[in-house]
């Protein structure tokens, strides 16, 4: 059984605040955090003057009074004007240390309520190559993925690939075209798409033509729906490629595409509109959520069919929503998209609920912001055109396989294969620059700064666990079932940032911002390394060393975990 030392803090202190307080402050939160004069600081005496008008330090003192946990408390001081400064006793460290090293889970409990959650990630657009937005929610929807299901929850991802409407009656038009003369390059997406839009803005009779093509496509004509799929298998092929390299979760089955609702949107649509939620305006059929009103004051509608009877991508969502909780059994369902979609998808939760199809799920719109370039705008080529992704996996391989080179010169250990520790370096970096960043905000994409083997950084975290490796390597005695002894302030320090691991994880499911995961693992090599250099390891005598050699073991243990639910692989050798 794994000993949560906050948990545990947490209903000591309760219960001496019981004890002092009566019953009805059950619930009080103790205010715990660490700090650098105790192993704990709880500030609720002070929080509770409020309620009880009583002066701070007098209660701390009766508080500490009723403080009545001989196995956990070494001892408690009160400082200031009522801080409650609290020891920890070090064999109660050390047992709890112990089950966590000796746990797979590395301490981190299942949820009490597991739940089924729907997670909309990656999402890009097909016919055309991922740009570093979809970057973005492929990697905080991968990393919230995992932490999820490693709490226990089902999650299903759902990959809501752009695969359906109006842009598809050119891409088959300049199929055709290409077809005729032999030019078909579908493998080039990008520049495929762009042909196609060029002639499109250029040809009237093209446009005129693919908009033909766009009615044909919607009523199932079959010479259409195979140009249809050629493009889309294309698209499915680049996109396994993509998401092999970045090593995401995600796979085939879970694209869930807009043509795939296609079927539910006419009689969505009629359903809608018969139980009076959905009105015709100026031909269109409009949803209007309550509480959207644009900037004159009226409400504002979501379209569900525009004026030409084709549907689009607001009724799709409805539908989707609706099939995430009916067929999916959704009962969380989280849309990782960028901040520009907010309003929208505000709009689809409302209209969910005002249709009922919410059946008691929680919808949550996952944002983040932009990335961008040195200059501080949108990240672009020097062309000026969106960064392609494949390009800039590309080149982050290339930037790592010089980091990897220099520092095969200053071991003292044989380097390791270096196209491969090259590829997991690139990834973690790029990965880790993302989800270090607060979700909401933008940030700036910098290959030196996120490629940086020091720092809040993927390399500096994959270093400090290949150098608790690199240590396990030379221990030469068994170690994992010795005494851990906490004596140095070292050793300590570390000790509580380890048991902290479940309240890190604990905190990304609650909170979905996987930057503090991020800041929990650069906690955690800081004051490893930090260990490191107060107290040597494989130089101590054989009791101190068999307990250095185990919270080293414990660190790599963490980091490793605590990376892999970052979708970043630890490597042995760096
Ligand atoms: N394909 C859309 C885009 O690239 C994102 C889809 C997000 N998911 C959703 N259910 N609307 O902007």
Known sequence: MNTNVVTELTAVLRAAIVKTLGPEFAETDPVLRRSTHADFQANCALALQKLTKENPRALATKIVANLDAPSVLERVEIAGPGFLNIHLRADFLASALAAQLADERAGVALSPAPEVVVIDYSSPNAAKEMHVGHLRSTVIGDALHRVLAFRGHRVVPQNHLGDWGTPFGMLIEHLLDSDADGTTDTAALNSFYKQARAKFDSSPEFAERARRRVVLLQAGDAETLASWRRLIDESKLYMRGIYARLGVLLKGEDICGESFFNPALAPLAQELEERGLASINEGALCLYPPGFVNREGNPMALMLRKQDGGFGYGATDVAALRYRVEKLGGTRLLYVVGSPQSQHLAMIFKAGELAGYMGGARAEHVQFG?????????????????????????????????????????????????DSAAHSIAIAAIKYADLSSDRIKDYVFDWDRMLADKGNTGPYLQYAYARTQSILRKADAPFESAPILLNEPAERALALTLLAFSDAVNDVESSLEPHRLCTYLYELASVTSTFYTACPVLKAEPELRASRLALCKLSGQVLQRGLELLGITAIERM
């Open 370 to 418: 932009s990335v961008l370039g040195a200059d501080g705008k949108m990240f672009k080529t020097r062309e000026g055109e969106t960064v392609r992704l494949s390009a800039l996996l590309a080149e982050g391989e290339e930037r790592a396989k010089a980091t990897v080179l220099a520092k095969a010169t200053e071991r003292d250990e044989p380097p390791p294969a270096v």
